[in-house]
């Protein structure tokens, strides 16, 4: 009886294997030969043990590509025909092949793309890419997230289809418009700003690729759907071609995100965002409130505080449509006389003019009273408050992703 239960046992585990999709990870591609072969080993060895992960699925990395390096100079190009790509899934009785490509960025970090490849018609079925650290833990996670976008709803064989008309993604910051927008001997401008008003695919700031960046798509062809063969437009050539648009800017939404996430940060929307910092002008009544002083309720949040630096007024003062008599206070000096109160006030314009006001304020003998001579109108004060960082505003913008 145990010998039976053991045999159908066996059986039923050979049947799942046999159902299970067999997945051949080629060597990791490094065309610049930037990043350490160790962390290439790594990223290769955690795709493996994250795809053998996945239900459905087995991964193998024992491909022996020796020949397809040395002849086909596979690591430095990426580049395998067709009869390759079969020739794998017979070595391996693979009916996918992936292939990882790997770059260093300016950050130290690294951009790990992937290729899956049917092996029955050589086509591509899911290209996608992820940014990652270099350390054990960083690339554990960030393969596990390129196996998820690539596996997570199953890949189907039956599923390839001409390509998906969404633009395409090279090395995490390269967009790349779906398709040709015509045939031009010029910069199609009217067109251009068209596409970009209307925010197609997402994105307002699509251009002419420069002539590295066409280099940069030729280079990567078969992940980009119907790019000819022939001359194209560039921002840097005068020659004319087809028009394919790309964007290296974030996206409309992305952008939207960034700044509601600072804003949540600054506790506030009162401000303009401005390089590294976000600013706010006030204006403040001189009879009411002598020199830096608000009410609480002025300050756009905590985090602001006054400035009176001249470069910082002269730089942000025209973004705001606010005016007063006497413009931005840069100087405040007290002197008592006394009963009486003298205030030098200096104050500079938009325009880089200065001003100057002397304010008396006399004392009523034996009282805590007093009486403003002579001035009114109102002035303006700026406020400033340092961005959040990069990590925290990242960390707000996910979380406001989930609540959509």
């Known amino acids: 009886m145990k010998k039976i239960l053991t045999l159908l046992l066996l059986l039923y585990g050979s049947t799942l294997m046999a159902q299970n999709k067999a997945v051949a990870i080629t060597e990791v591609v490094d065309k610049e030969d930037k990043v350490?072969?160790?962390?290439?080993?790594?990223?290769?060895?955690?795709?493996?043990?994250?795809?053998?992960?996945?239900?459905?699925?087995?991964?193998?990395d024992r491909v022996d590509l020796q020949t397809l390096v040395t002849?086909?100079?596979?690591?430095?190009?990426?580049?395998?025909?067709?009869?390759?790509?079969?020739?794998?899934?017979?070595?391996?009785?693979?009916?996918?092949?992936?292939?990882?490509?790997?770059?260093?960025?300016?950050?130290?970090?690294?951009?790990?793309?992937?290729?899956?490849?049917?092996?029955?018609?050589?086509?591509?079925?899911?290209?996608?890419?992820?940014?990652?650290?270099?350390?054990?833990?960083?690339?554990?996670?960030?393969?596990?997230?390129?196996?998820?976008k690539v596996l997570g709803n199953g890949v189907s064989t039956s599923s390839i289809s001409a390509p998906t008309d969404e633009p395409v993604t090279l090395y995490g910051y390269l967009h790349i418009f779906?398709?040709?927008?015509?045939?031009?001997?010029?910069?199609?401008?009217q067109l251009l700003s068209a596409i970009n008003?209307?925010?197609?695919?997402?994105?307002?700031?699509?251009?002419?690729?420069?002539?590295?960046?066409?280099?940069?798509?030729?280079?990567?062809?078969?992940?980009?759907?119907?790019?000819?063969?022939?001359?194209?437009?560039?921002?840097?050539?005068?020659?004319g071609g087809y028009a394919r648009l790309v964007t290296t800017d974030a996206s409309v939404e992305q952008r939207r995100l960034h700044k509601k996430a600072i804003y949540n940060l600054l506790e506030t929307e009162d401000c303009i965002i401005c390089d590294s910092i976000a600013v706010a002008a006030k204006r403040v009544d001189i009879l009411s409130y002598l020199g830096y002083k608000l009410r609480s309720d002025q300050y756009p949040s905590q985090k602001f505080h006054t400035?009176?630096?001249?470069?910082?007024?002269?730089?942000?003062?025209?973004?705001?449509?606010?005016?007063?008599?006497?413009?931005?206070?840069?100087?405040e000096q007290i002197e008592y006389d006394g009963?009486?109160?003298?205030?030098?006030?200096?104050?500079?314009?938009?325009?880089?003019t200065e001003s100057t006001i002397l304010l008396a304020r006399e004392w009523i003998e034996g009282t805590?009273?007093?009486?403003?001579?002579?001035?009114?109108?109102?002035?303006?004060?700026?406020?400033?408050?340092?961005?959040?960082?990069e990590e925290a505003i990242q960390q707000e913008m996910q979380r406001l992703s989930k609540q959509q």
């Open 36 to 60: 350490p072969y160790a962390v290439e080993i790594m990223v290769r060895t955690r795709l493996t043990a994250a795809i053998s992960m996945k239900q459905g699925y087995n991964a193998y």
């Open 71 to 148: 002849e086909h100079n596979f690591q430095r190009t990426g580049l395998v025909d067709d009869a390759t790509i079969k020739k794998l899934g017979e070595m391996t009785g693979a009916s996918l092949v992936l292939i990882p490509e790997v770059a260093a960025s300016d950050d130290g970090k690294i951009y790990v793309a992937v290729k899956m490849l049917d092996v029955t018609t050589a086509q591509t079925m899911m290209s996608t890419g992820q940014l990652m650290g270099s350390s054990s833990d960083e690339v554990d996670e960030g393969c596990r997230l390129l196996v998820e």
């Open 178 to 189: 779906p398709k040709d927008v015509g045939e031009f001997k010029t910069l199609p401008e």
């Open 197 to 239: 008003k209307s925010s197609q695919y997402g994105y307002d700031s699509w251009r002419l690729p420069t002539i590295e960046e066409l280099s940069i798509m030729r280079a990567n062809s078969d992940l980009i759907p119907n790019l000819k063969n022939a001359d194209y437009l560039c921002s840097d050539s005068s020659n």
């Open 307 to 331: 400035t009176s630096r001249i470069d910082l007024i002269q730089k942000y003062s025209k973004l705001f449509k606010i005016h007063a008599r006497y413009g931005y206070l840069i100087d």
């Open 339 to 352: 009963p009486i109160t003298f205030i030098h006030l200096r104050f500079i314009n938009s325009n880089g």
């Open 368 to 389: 805590m009273s007093y009486k403003d001579i002579n001035y009114t109108g109102s002035y303006l004060v700026m406020l400033v408050a340092e961005l959040p960082s």
